[in-house]
């Protein structure tokens, strides 16, 4: 069992939230005006927002800091014009991960007439030297239709950080083994239930595990899917 000083849960509903007529978004940390103590940043990864989009509605964000932000598509897909001003369409079962500048804006849209559409944006730390431009890394697929196993859907050249999703059947075990002692991990669950380090996760909920050499967890439901991240 960990201690409570190794883990630290985020749940579902006690989320931060940002509302408008046309964009929601839950925030895991800290994330504009929404402040609370217990919402630092947890080492390198510092936006964790489960965002929806209404129909043919755009948002946009910019950072206060050299960031790199990974979009993971949920539901439906969504068109991001990066700071340099190029776009690219992403939809389920796609990543895309490129770094922002200060004072520079990015724009997300939902391109589609009549869903709405939900996805993930991660942010992490990155090293300001050599940050002179914004830089895009290729788009990344990944296949659920292979079950009870992580696929990796990004790894991050600056922070040597990596993200792993996956869907399982109920009843299922798995696990992931950290590829540096240093590291820390964080679990979300996107879908389903799990038990993540004998503690209990519903849908959105998250955990941040650190001093730990693996992550151990078993599905409670059919087609529930895990993100795993190393940070």
């Known amino acids: 069992m960990l201690t409570e000083t190794e883990a630290r849960i985020y749940l579902s509903d006690q989320r931060g939230c940002t509302q408008s007529a046309d964009y929601r978004s839950f ?9 609370h103590e217990s919402r630092q940043p947890f080492g390198a990864l510092t936006v964790f927002n489960d ?9 946009t964000l910019a950072v206060s800091a050299p960031t790199e932000v990974m979009l993971i598509p949920v ?16 939809g389920a079962g796609e990543v895309f991960h490129f770094t922002v500048l200060p004072d520079q804006e990015y724009h997300i849209s939902n391109p589609f007439e009549t869903e709405a559409v939900n996805y993930l944006l991660l942010g992490m730390n990155t090293d300001p030297v050599g940050s002179e431009s914004s830089e895009r890394f290729p788009l990344t697929t990944f296949d659920l239709q ?9 790894y991050s050249l600056d922070r040597n950080s990596l993200g792993f999703i996956g869907k399982y ?19 979300f669950v996107i879908e389903g239930a ?18 730990l050499d693996a992550v151990e967890f078993e599905a409670l439901s059919a087609d529930a899917i895990l993100l795993v991240l190393e940070v």
Do not use: C
Not at 146 to 154: A, D, E, G, H, S
Not at 194 to 204: N, S, W
């Open 146 to 154: 292979y079950r009870n196993q992580l696929v990796p859907v990004f």
């Open 169 to 187: 059947e109920g009843r299922h075990e798995g696990g992931y083994t950290l590829r540096n002692a240093q590291k820390r991990a964080f679990v």
């Open 194 to 211: 799990f038990e993540v380090q004998d503690r209990l996760l519903h849908p959105r909920d998250g955990l941040a595990l650190w001093n």
């Open 51 to 59: 965002d929806t989009l209404l129909p043919g509605k755009s948002h």
């Open 75 to 90: 539901i439906g897909g969504i068109e991001l014009v990066d700071g340099l001003g190029e776009s690219v369409f992403m």
């Open 27 to 35: 925030h895991t940390f800290n994330f504009g005006s929404y402040r």
